[in-house]
């Protein structure tokens, strides 16, 4: 069993920068796929980011390429998400998740709010 606990999220304004931060339990974090969603009012969950166990490949929503930027710790066990440029359309709770073949484990959101 994984748990992730995200940080980092806020109010911030158009054009600035927040980073996410997601801690993860367990002994088998450096095995796990991970990645970040968001979820804004009314929407449906969608991808954001996402980055190999190892950290050699990184994949990204195109909404959000060359201003996003995905990284990992294995050694701290904590995933990121640098967001800069951001625009109110980026305004939504954001998820972490992580798994071995899929995103089988979620956390609880940490709510991102720019405002224009």
């Known amino acids: 069993q994984v748990q992730l606990v995200e940080s980092g999220g806020g109010l911030v304004q158009a054009g600035g920068s927040l980073r996410l931060s997601c801690a993860a339990s367990?002994?088998?974090?450096?095995?796990?796929?991970m990645g970040w969603f968001r979820q804004a009012p009314g929407k449906e969950r969608e991808f954001v980011a996402g980055?190999?166990?190892?950290?050699?490949?990184?994949y990204y929503a195109e909404s959000v390429k060359g201003r996003f930027t995905i990284s990992r710790d294995n050694a701290k066990n904590t995933v990121y998400l640098q967001m800069n440029s951001l625009k109110p359309e980026d305004t939504a709770v954001y998820y972490c998740?992580?798994?071995?073949?899929?995103?089988?484990?979620w956390g609880q959101g940490t709510q991102v709010t720019v405002s224009s």
């Open positions: 998740a992580a798994g071995e073949r899929g995103y089988n484990y």
């Open positions: 367990g002994r088998t974090f450096s095995t796990y796929v």
């Open positions: 980055i190999s166990a190892n950290g050699g490949s990184t």
